[in-house]
């Protein structure tokens, strides 16, 4: 079954950087698109980024366009989220998501990870 | 990049139907059928319910259903069991990146 397991969460100052990590296993890597979404405390999902299953394409949120960048790894199964100069509204639980559609462009989440939480705070 | 918009609240007693809706524009909801549907329970992942505006995976419950008229999606639930008590999201393509709604907060009463 599909598995997608996130690491490299935790607390860092503002202004720093991290890069999470998202392990893929149950199903072909490179075949897919993955997104990276967010989830501020007490507050909704917000889409940050995703790129395409070879890699070709890499979409961002506003929000993030310039500090955050996507990619992947497939001879390792992993999906990275390089995250630079952090802010307090980063802050949010980071989940890795596999797209629905294969050898295709990536249009939405269909397979979740269950998160990494990344606190942005001095 | 604009959220799609959603009610903030929506009930309902169990064994009725609730409608939640999702609107947005021609340039997501309206011009692409890549809409889905995500469960989220407090603390937890979230689990996509329907994609492809009308569209269930593999286990969950047809008391689910999708639909789309114009710039507007909406989730169905019908016969409201205590268990659907949870934070409802619906999220579009939008032609290289992607949005998600606010979030709409479903009581069974």
């Known amino acids: 079954q599909v598995q997608l397991v996130e690491s490299g969460g935790g607390v860092v100052q503002p202004g720093r950087s991290l890069r999470l990590s998202c392990a893929a296993s149950?199903?072909?890597?490179?075949?897919?698109?993955m997104h990276w979404v967010r989830q501020a405390p007490g507050k909704g999902l917000e889409w940050v980024a995703v790129i395409w299953y070879d890699g070709s394409n890499e979409y961002y949120a506003d929000s993030v366009k310039g500090r955050f960048t996507i990619s992947r790894d497939s001879s390792k199964n992993t999906l990275y989220l390089q995250m630079n100069s952090l802010r307090a509204e980063d802050t949010a639980v980071y989940y890795c998501a596999r797209d629905r559609h294969y050898l295709s462009g990536s249009y939405y989440p269909y397979y979740w990870g269950q998160g990494t939480l990344v606190t942005v705070s001095s | 990049q604009s959220a799609l918009t959603q009610p903030h609240s929506v009930s309902g007693s169990p064994g009725q139907s609730v409608t939640i809706s999702c609107t947005g524009t021609?340039?997501?909801?309206?011009?692409?059928?890549?809409v889905s549907w995500y469960q989220q329970y407090p603390g937890k992942a979230p689990k996509l319910m329907i994609f492809?505006?009308?569209k269930r995976p593999s286990g969950v419950p047809d008391r689910f259903s999708g639909s789309k008229s114009g710039n507007t999606a909406s989730l169905t639930i019908s016969g409201l069991q205590a268990e659907d008590e949870a934070d409802y999201y619906c999220c579009s393509y939008a032609g290289s990146y992607t949005l998600f709604g606010g979030g709409t907060q479903l009581t069974v009463l």
């Open positions: 021609s340039s997501d909801v309206g011009g692409y059928n890549y």
């Open positions: 492809d505006v009308t």
């Open positions: 149950g199903f072909t890597f490179s075949s897919y698109g």
